[in-house]
């Protein structure tokens, strides 16, 4: 009878494993994945620093930066998904050409990289300001 082996990270876990222990990470407030962190960001209290406590002037721009940081994250998260894609077709036990063909001719993973694109030089820009506002 196989055993079943459970990695001692629970992110290079699948998916049941994941579940299992989703809602004790959240109790925790140990969240192991980025994406889960920054989307977070939106309905959780998060630790200010002293230095970002004394800026004056910086809550609409630390507002914008996690917006930026939320909307940077799902597009990353479309390019990821589409990647995971097209490893679920060749990883298939029969590769089709009309599936890697489908695949090849999607372009709304090139409009999910212009995004963010688009995404990455808006934070960039507003953490350039933030910066400039720390003493």
């Known amino acids: 009878m196989p055993t079943s082996h459970v990695p001692a990270d629970p992110s290079l876990a699948g998916p049941e ?20 962190r920054l989307m977070d960001r939106a309905t959780q ?10 800026a004056r002037g910086v809550e609409n721009l630390l507002m914008f930066i996690d917006d930026d940081l939320r909307e940077t ?20 036990p029969r590769v089709r050409r009309e599936d890697v063909h489908a695949l090849a ?17 808006t934070l960039r820009r507003r953490v350039a300001k933030l910066a400039s506002n720390l003493r």
């Open 17 to 36: 494993l994941a579940e299992a222990t989703g809602a004790e990470r959240r109790r925790s407030g140990g969240r192991l994945r980025a994406r889960d």
């Open 45 to 54: 209290d998060y630790p200010e620093s002293d230095a970002l406590r004394g």
């Open 73 to 92: 994250g799902m597009a990353l998260g479309h390019v990821e998904a589409y990647l995971l894609e097209i490893l679920r077709v060749l990883e298939g």
């Open 105 to 121: 001719t999607d372009t709304r993973v090139l409009d999910h990289v212009d995004m963010l694109v688009e995404n990455l030089e």
